[in-house]
C-alpha cells in the first residue's frame, strides 16, 4: 500500500459514513502522516500549495479535525486514538478496503454499485428482466432478493444452469426436478411421490404440486426467480414450461385463489441470443411487465468516476468520450475505470491532479 491508496481509503470511509469529503489540506496531511513527518514539515509543504499562514492552524484545528473523522468513519473505540505515529499502521489494517477489479457480480455492500433499474417491480405477478450479457443483471437481483426478504417475501433464486441439461429434453423430468428445487430451497421436504401427480400431462401434474404443496403450505408471499432462461430458449420441449408459467401468471392475476396470489414469478434471460420459440406461446412477449437494464447514462458514468472511484481530475469532455467509446455498458466502464484508478493509486507520486 502507499500514501494515495491510504488517502483513497481514508477519504471514501469518511465520505461513505460521514457525508464529507477529503479536501487538499487534508491529503497533504494524511501523505504527511504516511511519511512519517513532524507537523513542522508537513506545514513547510502545505504552505507552498494551499493559503494557510499558520502551523498552529494544521496542528489544532485541520488535522484533529481530520483524524476526528476518520476515527468516527472506522468506528474506532473510544479508547483507540489516531494521529501522525499511527495512521500508516491503521491504513495497513484496512487494505482490503481498496476496489477490488471488477466481477460479473457487486457485492451488496460495494460503493460502486449504480443502480439502472428501480427495485420496486411488483405492479404485475410476472416481471421478465432482459439485458445483454454483464448488464448487471445478477448485481441486480441479488439487491432484489434482499429487498424481498426485508418485506417479509420468500424468495427462491433458480439457476438454470444448476440444472441438469438433459433435462431440458425431458419435460416431466425437468418438472419434477424443478419441484425437487424449489421445495428444498423453502426448507419443506420433497413429496414429488404424493402431490406431483404422473397419470397426467407433466404441467398439470407440477401445477397440483405447486398449488396443492408448496403455496398451501407457505404464510408468505412467494417470488420465484428463474435466472438464465435463454438457456431453455433452443429447447422445443420447454414450449409448455412457457405455456405453464404464462398459467400461474394468470391464476395469480386473475383467479380468486389466495394460494395463487401469493405467486409471482420473475424472469432473467440475455438478449444476446434470440429466442427461438414461437413468441405467441411464450410468456416473454406482451406478458407481464418487462425490465430492460438500460446503458449508464453520462451522469452515472459520472457519479461512478468523480464521486465512488474519485478520480476527480477527469474532465466532462474526456468522460464523454469514454462514454461514447464504451456505450455505457455497465460492466466496461468498471473494469475501465478501475484500470485508471489502479494506474492512479500503484504510485508513489502524489495525485494532486485530483485536487485541481
Known amino acids: 500500500m502507499n500514501s494515495n491508496q491510504a488517502f483513497w481509503i481514508a477519504n471514501n470511509q469518511v465520505k461513505q459514513t460521514i457525508g464529507k469529503e477529503l479536501q487538499d489540506v487534508d491529503y497533504y496531511i494524511l501523505q504527511g502522516a504516511w511519511e512519517g513527518l513532524k507537523y513542522i514539515k508537513i506545514y513547510d509543504i502545505i504552505k507552498e500549495k494551499l493559503d494557510i499562514s499558520t502551523i498552529d492552524s494544521i496542528q489544532k484545528y485541520f488535522a484533529p479535525n481530520l483524524f476526528r473523522d476518520i476515527k468516527s468513519a472506522f468506528s474506532m473505540d473510544k479508547q483507540e486514538t489516531i494521529g501522525l505515529r499511527n495512521f500508516k499502521e491503521i491504513m495497513e489494517q484496512q487494505s482490503m478496503l481498496l476496489p477490488r477489479e471488477p466481477t460479473d457480480v457487486l457485492p451488496l455492500d460495494s460503493p460502486f454499485y449504480i443502480e439502472q433499474s428501480s427495485l420496486d417491480i411488483f405492479d404485475d405477478s410476472l416481471i421478465r428482466i432482459k439485458a445483454s450479457r454483464k448488464m448487471g443483471k445478477t448485481s441486480f437481483i441479488i ?164 464521486r465512488r472511484y474519485q478520480l476527480r481530475y477527469l474532465t466532462d469532455t474526456q468522460l464523454q468520450e469514454l462514454q461514447q467509446m464504451l456505450g455505457g455498458h455497465p460492466y466496461l466502464v468498471q473494469l475501465a475505470l478501475w484500470h485508471l484508478f489502479k494506474t492512479d493509486l500503484n504510485t508513489d507520486i502524489p495525485f494532486e491532479r485530483s485536487f485541481k
Open 143 to 306: 439487491r432484489l432478493i434482499e429487498k424481498l426478504e426485508k418485506q417479509n417475501y420468500q424468495a427462491v433464486h433458480l439457476k438454470l444452469s444448476t440444472f441438469d441439461q438433459e433435462s431440458f429434453h425431458d419435460l416431466n423430468r425437468f418438472l419434477r426436478e424443478l419441484s425437487y428445487q424449489v421445495s428444498t430451497e423453502l426448507g419443506l421436504v420433497p413429496q414429488l411421490n404424493e402431490y406431483f401427480i404422473t397419470d397426467v400431462r407433466p404441467t398439470y401434474g407440477c401445477q397440483q404440486y405447486f398449488e396443492k404443496y408448496l403455496l398451501k403450505n407457505l404464510n408468505k408471499n412467494l417470488v420465484l426467480i428463474f435466472d438464465e432462461v435463454d438457456r431453455l430458449f433452443k429447447y422445443s420441449e420447454m414450449k409448455d414450461f412457457f405455456n405453464l408459467l404464462r398459467n400461474w401468471k394468470e391464476l395469480a392475476n386473475f383467479s380468486n385463489s389466495k394460494v395463487w396470489q401469493r405467486l409471482y414469478l420473475v424472469l432473467i434471460y440475455s438478449t444476446d441470443p434470440y429466442l427461438e420459440l414461437d413468441l405467441n406461446q411464450s410468456p416473454f412477449e406482451n406478458v407481464g411487465r418487462t425490465i430492460i437494464l438500460p446503458p449508464f447514462t453520462f451522469e452515472q458514468l459520472k457519479e461512478l468516476a468523480i
